[in-house]
T-cell receptor, first 116, second 112 residues
């Protein structure tokens, strides 16, 4: 069956621009997570949705980052006024309802964001 | 600062057993401990998950002591295709609450 998909796979932008990254979770998965991963490091938690609402957004680094999931399926991560330090791979994952936020997560391939 | 700690890298040979330990002193009470495998240019892939004691599935075992401050992933009889980065994922408690936290990853190199 279809896994988690993320678009675009690569995004190059200029400092100060606005970007949107999209995640299509596995159908029926109610939980959705966003992480970012810098080269050689583990994924860093950003935000976790249960259905349409953000259950935990404590990982968003500042108010330039925002994520939505209006219908409880597709999610969009939005970054305003991008900075070079935002360059990373942004990973999305989804999971079924189960053992809370640490339930088995299925990851997408990521979006590689490069800010010039 | 609450964090998870793993060895940066490990080397092994085909057919050997590999054990990778993750330390997580401030693990949140209700969260499971999960391990993931990641190949280059791919998202992490679930390996195994547990809450306490020992869990075994078709690819790995997970050992968790009673205090849950660490966990050990055991890969029996590794093959070349097990060369990858392995991460533990836990919820960690700190003054601000608790947050899902990946370890820094252990890069496993399996040699013929």
């Amino acid at each position: 069956g279809a896994g988690v998909s993320q678009t675009p796979s690569n995004k190059v932008t200029e400092k100060g621009k606005y970007v949107e990254l999209r995640c299509d979770p596995i159908s029926g998965h109610t939980a959705l997570y966003w992480y970012r991963q810098s080269l050689g490091q583990g994924p860093e938690f950003l935000i976790y949705f249960q259905g349409t609402g953000a259950a935990d957004d404590s990982g968003l680094p500042n108010d330039r980052f925002f994520a939505v999931r209006p219908e409880g399926s597709v999610s969009t991560l939005k970054i305003q006024r991008t900075e070079r330090g935002d360059s990373a791979v942004y990973l999305c994952a989804s999971s079924k309802v189960g053992q809370g936020r640490t339930n088995e997560q299925f990851f997408g391939p990521g979006t590689r964001l490069t800010v010039l | 600062l609450a964090k998870t700690t793993q060895p940066i890298s490990m080397d092994s040979y085909e057919g050997q057993e590999v054990n990778i330990t993750c330390s997580h002193n401030n693990i949140a009470t209700n969260d499971y401990i999960t391990w993931y495998q990641q190949f280059p240019s791919q998202g992490p892939r679930f390996i195994i998950q547990g809450y306490k004691t020992k869990v075994t599935n078709e690819v790995a075992s997970l050992f968790i002591p009673a205090d849950r401050k660490s966990s050990t992933l055991s890969l029996p009889r590794v093959s070349l295709s097990d060369t990858a980065v392995y991460y533990c994922l836990v919820g960690l408690s700190n003054n601000a609450g608790n947050m899902l936290t990946f370890g820094g990853g252990t890069r496993l190199m399996v040699k013929p």
